[in-house]
């Protein structure tokens, strides 16, 4: 078999590669955030890669269990979908996501025509509340935007982030050291984890590949993570290299870094950690003083540690606020 045919069978892309390592990273940022990835569910298939729905197998890219008990519900379990492309999230690819979900959460809890004891048993098993987050290294088209508003799909953007930018350079620079045309059958299944990563074969590898690798494993170990809401209604991944944030108590300031990052800083100036938001959020809000007036009021931290977990409230600086209007949006 040709070397072309060989990679056509096994279709393997740069860009297929380079998602897989994305999807790796914010399997990790999620974790540390206090979304445990080892869960029971009637729902997955053998390989945990895959979840069962009410008429099809759907292959999910990150899933995780929030690690606090909310009342008057079952367990959050979210459902990720991760896009690396080149090119903002569009409309379409938000309703093929939603579609999955949909079918997901419709998957049947209890079969009725059981017996009486088969149906307690089933209402032993351990049951979730399915939320749907799309995760974008590029941002998202506003139709998509909207979109995700009405159905009821968080969303966390990741443009510019330049926590995140270095370590998606890190992944372009492994996938660069990266043989494709010895790449074997075998190769293709060691691809949706980092630690996968570490076992391809040697023959594939080229001069800075297990470099490259063990730079992108430091940089997620030194990398602080943290789930948050912003004003009750927008979630965030704030991004940091220290713990700092998880022990703060006064209020914050905000300081735009561009047109759609924002750095947390204490009262003493200090950075907290930094995330994106929505560019056409942003501009939309700065332009509408009703809305303005209520938005940048507060944000909501899950805070996860070893022996605590909770939610930490942190009222933003209302003079600091008006700041945010500095940055001319493009």
Same mark, same amino acid.
């Given at each position: 078999?040709?070397?072309?045919?060989e990679?056509?069978?096994?279709?393997?892309?740069?860009?297929?590669? #380079?998602?897989? @390592?994305?999807?790796?990273?914010?399997?990790? @940022?999620?974790k540390?955030?206090?979304?445990d990835?080892n869960f029971?569910?009637?729902?997955?298939?053998?390989?945990?890669?895959?979840?069962?729905?009410?008429?099809?197998?759907?292959?999910?890219?990150l899933s995780?269990?929030?690690?606090?008990?909310?009342?008057?519900i079952? %367990?959050? @379990?979210?459902?990720?979908?991760?896009?690396?492309?080149?090119?903002?999230?569009?409309?379409?690819?938000?309703?093929?996501?939603?579609g999955a979900?949909t079918?997901?959460?419709?998957?049947?809890?209890?079969?009725?025509?059981?017996?009486?004891?088969?149906?307690?048993?089933?209402?032993?098993?351990?049951?979730?509340?399915?939320c749907?987050?799309?995760?974008?290294?590029?941002?998202f088209?506003?139709?998509?935007?909207?979109f995700?508003?009405?159905?009821?799909?968080?969303f966390?953007?990741?443009?510019?982030?330049?926590?995140?930018?270095?370590?998606?350079?890190?992944?372009?620079?492994?996938?660069r050291?990266?043989?494709?045309?010895?790449?074997?059958?075998d190769?293709?299944k060691?691809?949706?984890?980092i630690?996968f990563? #570490?076992?391809?074969?040697?023959?594939?590898?080229?001069d800075?590949?297990?470099e490259?690798?063990?730079?992108?494993?430091?940089?997620?170990?030194?990398?602080?993570s943290?789930?948050?809401?912003l004003?009750?209604?927008?979630?965030?991944?704030?991004?940091s290299?220290?713990?700092r944030?998880?022990?703060?108590?006064?209020?914050?300031?905000l300081?735009?870094?561009?047109?759609?990052?924002i750095e947390l800083?204490?009262?003493?100036n200090?950075?907290?950690?930094?995330?994106?938001?929505?560019?056409?959020?942003?501009?939309?809000?700065?332009?509408?003083d009703?809305?303005?007036?209520?938005?940048?009021?507060?944000?909501?931290?899950?805070?996860?540690?070893k022996?605590?977990?909770k939610i930490s409230?942190?009222?933003?600086?209302?003079?600091?606020?008006?700041?945010l209007?500095?940055? %001319?949006?493009?």
């Amino acid at each position: 078999m040709s070397k072309a045919s060989e990679k056509r069978r096994l279709k393997i892309s740069k860009g297929t590669l #380079k998602g897989y @390592l994305f999807e790796s990273v914010l399997k990790e @940022l999620i974790k540390k955030a206090g979304f445990d990835a080892n869960f029971e569910s009637d729902q997955l298939t053998k390989d945990r890669r895959s979840f069962h729905g009410r008429g099809a197998v759907h292959q999910v890219d990150l899933s995780g269990k929030f690690c606090m008990n909310i009342p008057f519900i079952y %367990p959050i @379990l979210i459902i990720g979908e991760a896009k690396s492309g080149k090119s903002p999230v569009t409309l379409s690819q938000v309703r093929d996501f939603f579609g999955a979900f949909t079918d997901l959460s419709q998957y049947h809890k209890i079969q009725t025509k059981k017996s009486p004891a088969e149906r307690y048993y089933q209402l032993s098993r351990p049951r979730y509340t399915l939320c749907p987050v799309f995760f974008s290294l590029r941002g998202f088209r506003k139709s998509a935007e909207q979109f995700m508003f009405a159905q009821g799909i968080s969303f966390v953007i990741y443009e510019n982030n330049p926590f995140i930018n270095q370590m998606y350079d890190t992944i372009e620079q492994i996938i660069r050291n990266i043989d494709f045309s010895r790449l074997k059958k075998d190769d293709e299944k060691k691809f949706r984890d980092i630690e996968f990563f #570490k076992k391809i074969s040697q023959a594939c590898r080229k001069d800075k590949f297990d470099e490259y690798l063990t730079k992108l494993e430091k940089q997620l170990e030194r990398t602080r993570s943290f789930v948050g809401v912003l004003d009750g209604r927008y979630t965030i991944n704030i991004i940091s290299k220290n713990n700092r944030i998880s022990t703060y108590s006064g209020k914050i300031k905000l300081k735009r870094l561009s047109d759609n990052i924002i750095e947390l800083r204490d009262k003493k100036n200090s950075p907290l950690g930094v995330f994106s938001l929505s560019k056409q959020f942003i501009n939309y809000v700065l332009k509408k003083d009703k809305y303005y007036e209520r938005t940048f009021s507060f944000v909501d931290i899950i805070i996860n540690k070893k022996s605590l977990v909770k939610i930490s409230r942190l009222e933003i600086d209302k003079p600091e606020k008006e700041k945010l209007k500095e940055i %001319p949006m493009k």
